[in-house]
């Protein structure tokens, strides 16, 4: 199972655990539901920002929504693999914001 897979499996079971629609979460998070689909799929992976509100929203740790029963705890390479990926996203979140701030027009 890839690391995309067992976060959106984590964050399928957590929801519905909490008794919450994807319908639901979508709209607490502020993202459609095909978002949130593609996520609990493994097809996409979220931001940073994005896991962050996850992680609050379910009330479980960050470090949860990348653990599978499995294991007991992630290895060094699971874990330098998700601060790549973190890193990534947060480098993407960053451009975005950039390019937003630069068409801003000037007073």
């Not at 929504?65 to 007991?72: A, G, H, N, R």
């Amino acid at each position: 199972m890839s690391l995309k897979q067992i976060f959106g499996s984590n964050i399928h079971s957590y929801r519905k655990s909490r008794n919450l629609s994807q319908e639901q979460l979508a709209e607490k998070l502020g993202v459609s539901v095909k978002h949130l689909s593609t996520i609990e799929t493994g097809k996409v992976f979220a931001s940073a920002e994005l896991i962050e509100k996850i992680s609050d929203e379910l009330n479980v740790s960050v470090s949860a929504l990348f653990y599978t029963p499995q294991e007991k705890s992630l290895d060094d390479s699971d874990l330098s693999q998700i601060d790549s990926i973190l890193e990534q996203e947060l480098i993407n979140t960053l451009s975005i914001i950039k390019s937003k701030i630069r068409r801003i027009p000037d007073n």
